[in-house]
């Protein structure tokens, strides 16, 4: 059985069938947190969109395994 963080954050279940697509959990999470990141960021020459990928993106999925990882609990 799939880890909760494997699993489709929306699936489509069809009676009969197993259809699961998209996103994973863990993939939908961190993009919601992704989006407030750079929506918080200070605007500034600092803030480019390489800099904005390198700091940001590994941190949103560090905090979405954080959070499932407490929900697992």
Same mark, same amino acid.
């Given at each position: 059985?799939?880890? #909760?963080? /494997?699993? +489709?954050?929306?699936? =489509? @279940? $069809? +009676? *009969? %069938?197993?259809?699961?697509?998209?996103? &994973?959990?863990? /993939?939908?999470?961190?993009? @919601?947190?992704?989006?407030?990141?750079?929506?918080?960021?200070? +605007?500034?020459? @600092? #803030? &480019? +969109? *390489? #800099?904005?990928? %390198? /700091?940001?993106?590994?941190?949103? $999925?560090?905090?979405? *395994?954080?959070? =499932? #990882? /407490?929900?697992?609990?």
């Amino acid at each position: 059985m799939k880890k #909760n963080s /494997e699993r +489709p954050a929306m699936p =489509l @279940h $069809v +009676p *009969d %069938q197993s259809i699961a697509n998209g996103l &994973t959990k863990r /993939e939908y999470i961190a993009t @919601h947190i992704l989006t407030g990141l750079v929506v918080k960021a200070i +605007p500034g020459g @600092h #803030n &480019t +969109p *390489d #800099n904005l990928i %390198q /700091e940001n993106v590994p941190l949103a $999925v560090m905090m979405a *395994d954080a959070l =499932l #990882n /407490e929900l697992e609990k």
